[in-house]
């Protein structure tokens, strides 16, 4: 809860905390009687101080029948809801749907997880969203994790991605295998609009041309095969600060991927290294020398390095630090 949108303190509610606050005849029930007199805005704000922090999209149970007719009576405590798409979910269908109905139009915030074909889903919110339910409709969406248990990454991309929300900001795709081939369905999209990125690429040359679909982009967390890159056109992105790579196959290649050779980035501040062998020493030094890009943090996970190599990094970047590899998930930085 954000205190500053709060109206605990204004005139009617305090005086409404104090007369709640006076001794009563319990044995009258009178503390009890009082509930069902409070404003609105106070059973409000008791609500959201008794809801669980780590499970807001989760049926409130277990609670008295006073206090459900109240939370009957608050159309938004029945806006975000967690709909899970599986194969038992014509089991669940008629309790979404009275849920969906006690929020009376009130705009919706949904958590979406689909196992299973999206239509039983779409049509269940059909009739609380206006036009077809896409994904470009859920205006309020900043924040995009896209989670596949298949291995249809072409229709996932074309379902999930292809056309963004115009106010989403950070998107996780790394369950995904985005190739350059795949990136022509988004190339009218809103990827413009992303600031933050994670995704794994089948070949180096995607990650250019995501940098050109993404010029807001600030931070880019990229999984990659790192087979040498082909398309050699310099690309500039002056707006990335943070930049995390991953090798998650072939690590102990030599041969040099050729990325920082296409790569303009004048601005960046972070960059941390994971799983890529023997580091392209030349070809960094060249990229730093070049955009004279002074790196606040560089980091290094499982890449090999020579000491003289350590030392030339440690005198050049304020932060340099080689750390330990993890067994719990050794491709992520």
């Known amino acids: ?51 669980s922090d780590d499970l807001p999209f989760s049926p409130t149970q277990r609670i008295c029948r006073q206090w459900r007719e109240v939370a009957l009576g608050l159309p938004w405590l029945w806006t975000q809801l967690q709909l899970i798409a599986d194969d038992d979910l014509r089991e669940r269908v008629l309790a979404y749907d009275l849920w969906l109905k006690r929020s009376r139009g009130c705009p919706l915030l949904l958590k979406l997880e689909c196992y299973t074909d999206f239509s039983e889903a779409r049509s269940l919110l059909q009739p ?35 056309k963004l929300p115009c106010n989403l900001r950070k998107m996780d795709l790394l369950d ?38 993404c010029p807001n982009l600030s931070s880019v967390t990229i999984l990659s095969i790192f087979h040498p890159i082909k398309n050699q056109e310099p690309v500039m992105h002056t707006n990335l600060r943070c930049l995390y790579m991953c090798a ?49 943090r560089l980091a290094f996970r499982g890449v090999s390095l020579t000491d003289q190599q350590r030392e030339e990094y440690a005198a050049l970047v304020p932060c340099f630090e080689i750390m330990k590899t993890t067994t719990a998930d050794p491709l992520r930085l």
């Not at 077809?132 to 072409?154: A, N, Q, Y």
């Not at 960094?284 to 070049?290: I, K």
């Open 248 to 296: 998650n196959l072939y690590p102990n290649l030599d041969r040099k991927p050729g990325l920082f050779k296409v790569l303009m980035l004048p601005n960046l501040c972070v960059l941390q290294a994971a799983h890529m062998g023997r580091w392209p020493q030349e070809e960094f030094q060249a990229f730093l020398t070049r955009l004279k890009c002074s790196l606040e």
């Open 128 to 162: 609380y969203i206006q036009g077809p339910v896409m994904m470009e409709d859920f205006h309020g969406l900043k924040e995009l994790i896209v989670r596949t248990h298949g291995h249809d990454s072409k229709r996932a991309i074309e379902c999930s991605i292809s």
């Open 176 to 213: 995904l295998w985005v190739s350059c081939n795949q990136l022509d369905f988004v190339a009218n999209s809103r990827w413009a609009h992303l600031t933050h990125l994670e995704v794994r690429v089948n070949g180096l040359d995607a990650f250019p041309r995501i940098l050109r679909l």
């Open 1 to 51: 809860m954000q205190t500053s949108n709060s109206n605990i303190d204004s005139p009617p509610i305090s005086a409404s905390i104090g007369e709640l606050q006076q001794p009563s005849d319990t044995s009258f029930g009178g503390s009890s009687l009082r509930i069902p007199r409070l404003p609105a805005e106070i059973l409000s704000e008791i609500f959201l101080h008794s809801l």
